[in-house]
């Protein structure tokens, strides 16, 4: 009785998610970047550049949500790579993948509010507003009304995302169904558009430059491993789901360069806010500009949306282990959410969203996000010596190790190149960040942590210890 | 003011009301509930009763 008792008094996330929600985590998240985004590549290096930066990135993310769905499949505990890098590499460096997530999604978030307003801004625009609308209130009830979903319980929070993630994705398929040669024939101008000195405007420079945009297709899948504490079956959704969410982005991301490019000139293209919603005014459907348009407004909440719930874990297990003050770590005894980290991230979030310009929020996100994926070849070659196949139990052994694990370290530092070309002060300024964070924690915040009860899985031990 | 001027005020009074509900939520919670009941989630627990990774 006394056990039951003590049981009774225990709270702990709920286990209540599917290989479907998992999807829409992952999916919800980056589906926002074919709306809008991915195009500044077609800028810096035109259309062949954005294509050749789409699928360098297809692979250098299908790398990521292999190591991600074999070591999650294991660790099947909040925190996602943050929980990983604590159980395989060390304190330190779960310190750091901790803060790289919090910052990467909060900043993602930040922007996804921005782009509410803005979109709000400018239906307003073109419905005969006079002035211009503030967009202040519509970013903050977006942060607001997601936050207060993700508060009250994730299986509603991710229903909400898989739901507005379909109709985001399904929106995609329609656009290409219906302006694709055998339904529309003529509309679509590759020919014309892509020939000449458009086809490659800055030579090879221009695709290394679009490289750096290439990530917007995929950003975010590896967010999936953030549910990994609230699925039921973790060692066959996480692999499933994440697998599933790189697929369907890389033929939405295939598909959305397809039919833009095909409409739009490069120039403009380059430029253009949002080039999904645009190509669907160029189609001539009244339909199409509906469903675009609502496809945008979804997509940038999904992601929001996915971004609090990834943040908010991330946050969370790192006060659950006292890399954080513990008082982060506590759960929702009837909503079971980290409801006190959905709490302490939303004025971050609306400061982000409020006080700072949108180019500097997307590219800490993005550098924070890099900083994340350097780390998982590293965390996948330690993984896989320390614990070999014949060790641990996997819900997904991913094939060809270790090339993935290299190609991904490789592609990694050509994008490092790309960035440091466009973005070289704020990466310097992000790295000296993390410098000073790694000392706060490494100089004061490591003597609070308990060092035993921090490892919890019923691993053996490692190879070599 | 035409309807987008109301849609803000609508907006703003949205954001207040969710705002509302979260501050009061969580207040009520926190003072029902224990510091060691709120924070008793571990990590891998489940795991831990469930699965022995042994081939």
Not at chain 1, 326 to 348: D, E, N, Q
């Amino acid at each position: 009785m006394a056990e039951v008792s003590k049981a009774a008094q225990k709270v702990g996330l709920l286990r209540v998610l599917g290989p479907a929600h998992v999807w829409a985590l992952g999916v919800g998240i980056v589906l926002v970047g074919e709306y809008m985004g991915w195009n500044f590549g077609v800028g810096k290096g035109g259309a062949y550049a954005a294509l050749i930066a789409c699928w360098f990135a297809g692979v250098l993310y299908t790398c990521v949500a292999m190591i991600d769905s074999e070591v999650t499949s294991t660790v099947a505990a909040a925190g996602g790579q943050y929980t990983q890098a604590k159980h395989i590499v060390g304190p330190l460096m779960a310190f750091n993948v901790g803060l790289y997530l919090v910052f990467a999604y909060t900043m993602l978030e930040a922007a996804n509010a921005w782009t509410v307003g803005f979109l709000v801004q400018t239906v307003g625009g073109l419905a005969g507003h006079e002035g211009t609308l503030n967009d202040d209130p519509f970013i903050v009830l977006a942060i607001m009304f997601l936050a207060w979903l993700n508060y009250r319980g994730v299986l509603a929070t991710l229903t909400f995302n898989l739901v507005i993630t379909a109709f985001a994705f399904v929106a995609i398929i329609l656009l290409f169904l219906m302006t694709a040669p055998l339904t529309a024939p003529g509309l679509l101008q590759h020919a014309d558009l892509m020939s000449g000195q458009a086809a490659l405007p800055y030579g090879w420079l221009g695709i290394l430059a679009a490289m750096h945009f290439g990530l917007w297709y995929y950003l975010g899948i590896e967010g999936t491993t953030q549910a990994a504490e609230e699925v039921r079956s973790p060692a066959r959704s996480l692999p499933f789901g994440t697998l599933a969410g790189i697929m369907t982005l890389v033929i939405a991301a295939t598909l959305t360069w397809y039919v833009s490019v095909g409409l739009m000139p490069w120039e403009y293209l380059g430029t253009a806010g949002t080039p999904l919603f645009d190509a669907a005014r160029l189609s001539g459907s009244s339909l199409l500009v509906w469903l675009l348009g609502i496809g945008t407004l979804f997509a940038t909440l999904a992601s929001a949306n996915g971004c609090i719930n990834d943040a908010s874990r991330a946050w969370f297990s790192m006060g659950r282990d006292h890399y954080l003050p513990s008082w982060f770590g506590a759960v929702h005894p009837r909503y079971r959410t980290p409801y006190r980290a959905i709490i302490f991230l939303v004025p971050i979030a609306l400061l982000f969203a409020l006080k700072l310009p949108l180019d500097q929020i997307i590219t800490f996100s993005i550098l924070s996000g890099l900083l994340g994926y350097t780390f998982m070849p590293l965390n996948m070659i330690l993984f896989r010596r320390k614990w070999p196949l014949d060790s641990i139990k996997r819900g997904y052994v991913h094939p060809f190790h270790p090339i993935p694990a290299i190609l991904l370290l490789a592609l990694c530092a050509v994008t490092y190149f790309a960035v440091f070309l466009g973005y070289g002060t704020q990466l310097v300024a992000m790295v000296g960040f993390y410098i000073v964070a790694s000392l706060w924690f490494h100089l004061w915040r490591y003597r609070f942590v308990n060092r035993g009860a921090q490892f919890t899985m019923p691993w053996p031990r490692p190879k070599g210890y | 003011m035409d309807f987008w001027n109301y849609l803000e005020y609508a907006a703003w009074a949205g954001s207040a009301l969710f705002a509302v509900l979260i501050i009061a939520d969580w207040i009520k919670t926190d003072s029902t509930y224990s510091e060691e009941v709120l924070t008793s989630s571990r990590e891998g627990e489940l795991e831990a009763i469930t699965e022995q990774h042994k081939l």
